[in-house]
Nanobody, 118 residues
Framework: VQLVESGGGLVQPGGSLRLSCAASGFTFSRHVMSWYRQAPGKERESVAAVTSSGGSTFYADSVKGRFTISRDNAKNTVYLQMNSLKHEDTAVYYC????????????WGKGTLVTVSS
């Protein structure tokens, strides 16, 4: 099983980044996919989630209206479009997969660093 994040980097405040998470080794279309983040010295927090079909999405209040989560089940990939980035969005962003409606294992990626700085 692998979840491989990409797309992180250094961006100025107000800028945009698109994160991708490529999944393999499990039935992607039967898992809820989420993005979490962990800033230096802080606990990991949920950022956004998308249901297995892609029909519903959920966002932390801190990113609503700025971030968009989406998935492509044909490509086994989940995305996080991040716009209007702020200094406080600086964190390591992790991809997370959880079974939608059956007992099973959940999976974490290793993370990708997003740094918002001028």
């Amino acid at each position: 099983v692998q979840l491989v994040e990409s797309g992180g980097g250094l961006v100025q405040p107000g800028g945009s980044l698109r994160l991708s998470c490529a999944a393999s080794g499990f039935t992607f279309s039967r898992h809820v996919m989420s993005w979490y983040r962990q800033a230096p010295g802080k606990e990991r927090e949920s950022v956004a989630a998308v249901t297995s079909s892609g029909g519903s999405t959920f966002y932390a209040d801190s990113v609503k209206g700025r971030f968009t989560i989406s998935r492509d089940n044909a490509k086994n990939t989940v995305y996080l479009q991040m716009n209007s980035l702020k200094h406080e969005d600086t964190a390591v962003y992790y991809c997370y997969a959880a079974p939608a409606s059956f007992p099973g294992m959940d999976y974490w990626g290793k993370g990708t660093l997003v740094t918002v700085s001028s």
